[in-house]
T-cell receptor, first 113, second 115 residues
Framework: ETGVTQSPTHLIKTRGQQVTLRCSSQSGHNTVSWYQQALGQGPQFIFQYYREEENGRGNFPPRFSGLQFPNYSSELNVNALELDDSALYLC???FGRGGLEQFFGPGTRLTVL | ELKVEQNPLFLSMQEGKNYTIYCNYSTTSDRLYWYRQDPGKSLESLFVLLSNGAVKQEGRLMASLDTKARLSTLHITAAVHDLSATYFC???????????????FGKGTKLSVIP
């Protein structure tokens, strides 16, 4: 059984650029959730995808967008990067909308200069 | 809006001592989670608590849930250096209209166990 994987591990961008982060869900899981964790803070929910459709969104602006593919992998896209977007981005996979447990990937560390 | 508060935020303790981390949440929830995070790493699931009075134990860690008080505790028994990490509690709330369960996290408790 393959766990949740994310790529890239680290990324450095400049303000105003766009970035795409990728996540492969654990085998058998059809739901992916994305979280942003700023330094010294708890993770904050960005959005969730279930069977290729957005299924819940946190308090993040529209420049944060996502996709889920037929194989249930997912992308997080952030446009017009701001300095405050620097964070660890975590994806978590689960089974079903109300899956009991979300299994987290290793994260992507994004630095915006 | 669901809010989750942990205390203390920082905890320095000697090996062999006992201590408790507290997690309060503001609205009714049906699931509470405890996670561990090592520096620069992802989240490792420790416990899932589903019902009032639930108690789970793994090694030197024991978690409990009081849904009436909206309080969970993580008790550390005879701490060892390997337990040094940041511990998060998280609570789910059903996203209105969509049925998704998003996790709302506390700020975390950074635990340092001193030899």
């Amino acid at each position: 059984e393959t766990g949740v994987t994310q790529s890239p591990t680290h990324l450095i961008k400049t303000r105003g650029q766009q970035v795409t982060l990728r996540c492969s869900s654990q085998s058998g899981h059809n739901t992916v959730s994305w979280y942003q964790q700023a330094l010294g803070q708890g993770p904050q929910f960005i959005f969730q995808y279930y069977r290729e459709e957005e299924n819940g969104r946190g308090n993040f602006p529209p420049r944060f967008s996502g996709l889920q593919f037929p194989n249930y992998s997912s992308e997080l896209n952030v446009n017009a990067l701001e300095l405050d977007d620097s964070a660890l981005y975590l994806c978590a996979s689960s089974f079903g909308r109300g899956g009991l447990e979300q299994f987290f990937g290793p994260g992507t560390r994004l630095t915006v200069l | 809006e669901l809010k989750v508060e942990q205390n203390p935020l920082f905890l320095s303790m000697q090996e062999g001592k006992n201590y408790t981390i507290y997690c309060n949440y503001s609205t009714t929830s049906d699931r509470l989670y405890w996670y561990r995070q090592d520096p620069g790493k992802s989240l490792e699931s420790l416990f899932v608590l589903l019902s009032n009075g639930a108690v789970k134990q793994e090694g030197r860690l024991m978690a409990s849930l009081d849904t009436k008080a909206r309080l969970s505790t993580l008790h550390i028994t005879a701490a060892v250096h390997d337990l040094s990490a940041t511990y998060f509690c998280a609570v789910t709330s059903a996203y209105s209209g969509a049925g998704s369960y998003q996790l709302t996290f506390g700020k975390g408790t950074k635990l340092s166990v001193i030899p």
